[in-house]
């Protein structure tokens, strides 16, 4: 009887043990820290000042971590835009620390439970100072073009596959972000190519014949 109650008392022991959870809330799990901030994050509440933050023309938002230390910072807008940042993001100590915009000071970023939870401090000039505590997700899939996890719009994604990116496509098929190179009509009409108009206004791509109807006075008889 004596045996059987050190028995019953060892295994109630056992269960009242409590193991440290990593951060991706695995109770005794090896998950690393950087293991955890790396991926896409979506938003899933927001405080300012203690009282949800609300905001019509806002949607949703999403930080994206990257490894070369870069965190994308995504806003999603009710109109179809969407604002971008680029982070930089560092792990000291098993500390994730993150810097931001010059008034915005970061209070604390944690991970806990596969939630990413950013505290900061908003700084006016002209305005009263906001605590802004948010709440991210992790999303073990993409983000899509209007902060779903796993969604599927895709109208954001340029011509380079690059999400949220700058580059088009122009009329010659050349996929860029410079607007300054997209390739123009000529006098035909085609895009891209190398007819011009000489000084008696005949359009082709031909130098030897520039001004052909043009008389030995500069005067152009026909066009």
Same mark, same amino acid.
């Given at each position: ?11 109630? %022991? ?23 901030? *790396? ?18 023309? /806002? *949607?949703?938002?999403? $930080?994206? $971590?990257?490894? =070369? =230390? ?10 179809? #835009? ?11 100590? #098993? ?6 915009? +010059? #008034?915005?000071?970061?209070?604390? +970023?944690?991970?806990?439970? =596969? ?11 002209? =305005? ?11 999303? +073990? ?9 796993? %969604? ?10 690059? $999400?949220? &990116?700058?580059?088009? *496509? ?46 030995? &006075?500069?005067?152009? /008889?026909?066009?």
């Amino acid at each position: 009887m004596i045996r059987r109650l050190t028995i019953l008392l060892l295994i109630v %022991g056992c269960e009242g043990i409590l193991v440290e959870p990593d951060c991706a809330g695995v109770a005794g799990g090896t998950t690393t820290l950087e293991e955890c901030v *790396l991926g896409n994050w979506v938003l899933e509440s927001q405080t300012a000042n203690g009282e949800p933050f609300t905001n019509d023309s /806002f *949607l949703s938002g999403a $930080f994206i $971590f990257k490894e =070369n =230390n870069v965190a994308m910072a995504y806003t999603f807008t009710s109109e179809g #835009n969407i604002h971008s940042n680029e982070h930089m993001w560092a792990i000291t100590d #098993n500390e994730l620390s993150l810097s931001l915009a +010059a #008034n915005v000071i970061v209070e604390s +970023a944690t991970i806990i439970n =596969n939630k990413f939870i950013l505290n900061v401090l908003m700084t006016h000039p002209e =305005n009263e100072d906001m605590h802004l505590s948010t709440t991210y997700s992790k999303c +073990a899939n993409d983000v899509d073009c209007v902060g779903t996890c796993g %969604g599927t719009d895709t109208s954001c994604i340029d011509c380079l596959e690059v $999400f949220a &990116g700058d580059a088009v *496509l122009d009329n010659c098929g050349v996929c860029d972000d410079q607007a300054w190179n997209d390739c123009v009509q000529d006098c035909s009409g085609d895009w891209g190519g190398d007819a011009y108009l000489d000084d008696c206004g005949i359009c082709n791509d031909d130098p030897s014949d520039d001004n052909a109807a043009m008389d030995c &006075g500069g005067i152009c /008889f026909c066009n």
